[in-house]
């Protein structure tokens, strides 16, 4: 896909999520907005402003590239919460990854607008309860319908195919002592040099932004430097 296509599939992303998600969540709340946006590079995120009382969700359009190869894939939070928690039937692809972005980064407003977004407590039991119940309700179903049918009636290539994703123990061969890998996403990307390689996990001794900082990172997570975006 050219990157136009890329920031086509972000926008659908940000009328899924003000059309399904919003109206259900904005009932019976104080007044505030919600506004989407496609970002240049791979931060996405969700924030609030206070002072405009307005909810900001942002999708990188790097983001949304990355989600279209298995490889690139499995660093991401959103493929280790599909596996674990099996939404969509634990399939993962690249339909499945931003439909589930979409509630991820929603369950992110509800979880601030409940009040149980704590400093070094995001992706907290709270976060995980408001995100199951996007599932259990159906909304999320809805979401992935949505980017399917728009995506389909467009032209835009938005596979369906579940990626044949690499075991970790298969995973951790790839990853020798003294690699340079990044992981993480946005702010809290980290970069670092393999000091160990487990069957699960790699020990990581970080470089940047933290020097001196020592990591143990699951394997999916991790990057290699030369292909970080």
């Known amino acids: 896909m050219?990157?136009?296509?890329?920031?086509r599939i972000?926008?659908?992303m940000c009328q899924a999520t003000l059309d399904i998600l919003w109206p259900p969540a904005r009932?019976?709340?104080?007044?505030?907005?919600?506004k989407c946006r496609v970002g240049s590079g791979q931060a996405t995120y969700?924030?609030?402003?206070?002072r405009r009382k307005q909810h900001l969700i942002t999708y990188g359009v790097r983001m949304i590239i990355a989600k279209q190869s298995a490889d690139a894939a499995l660093g991401w939070l959103s493929t280790r919460e599909i596996n674990r928690l099996e939404y969509f039937g634990g399939e993962v692809s690249p339909l499945n990854l931003l439909a589930h972005t979409c509630c991820h980064e929603f369950a992110h407003l509800l979880?601030?607008?409940?009040?149980?977004?704590?400093?070094?407590?995001?992706?907290?039991?709270?976060f995980y309860t408001l995100l199951d119940r996007l599932y259990s309700e159906g909304q999320a179903e809805k979401v992935r319908h949505y980017l399917k049918n728009r995506a389909w009636e467009e032209g835009l290539a938005l596979s369906e195919t579940p990626f044949d994703l690499p075991s970790a123990e298969d995973?951790?061969?790839?990853?020798?002592v003294g690699d340079?890998?990044?992981f993480g996403e946005g702010a809290r990307q980290r970069q670092g040099r393999i000091v160990r390689v487990n069957r699960k996990t790699c020990t990581v001794d970080s470089t940047e932004p933290l020097k001196g900082q020592r990591y143990r990172v699951p394997v999916?997570?991790?990057?290699?430097?030369k292909d970080s975006v």
């Open 111 to 126: 979880q601030h607008a409940a009040g149980q977004r704590y400093y070094g407590s995001v992706h907290n039991r709270p």
């Open 171 to 176: 995973n951790a061969r790839q990853w020798q």
């Open 10 to 12: 972000g926008q659908l």
């Open 2 to 7: 050219q990157k136009t296509s890329h920031h």
């Open 46 to 50: 969700h924030r609030f402003d206070s």
């Open 180 to 182: 340079t890998v990044s």
């Open 27 to 34: 009932a019976g709340r104080p007044k505030a907005d919600l």
């Open 220 to 225: 999916q997570m991790l990057r290699r430097l």
